[in-house]
């Protein structure tokens, strides 16, 4: 069986290095403004073998929530499409960019116990906007089938 929670660590700190923003697990990130972004676990659906198996592939999907906000430099700012929208492209590139060269990943996910064989863009719900919090977010969700190694 493969456990979740070190993917989902792996996840969030591949997704912070990359775009260099906040990442919060599940809420907002400790003391951050936006922007930054949202990282659900996603309940996961087995079939197969049991769940005890030790050597069964496992999916799991992933949402992301970018979420723009106010220029603080700027009075009376909010949280745009674009920003959102470029949030996103972040996140796309850092999940599921590939060296044209090789077609390698260009950020490994390191996972004790598994090796990622596949990621993809699962769903992508686009923005949605919040007029009361000036606050403007986008999400997607990323599958990752992981096996055991």
Sequence with gaps: MIDRLPMTMALSALLASATNLPVGRGSKPPNATPPYFLLYAMPATLSGAPLADENEDASFVYQVTSVSGPDPTKLDSRGV???AEWMADKARKAFLGRDPATGLWLRTLTIPGAKVI????????GGTNDPADAIMSYVQRFRFDLTPT
């Design 81 to 83: 499409a674009d920003q």
């Design 118 to 125: 596949a990621r993809s863009l699962d769903v992508e719900a």
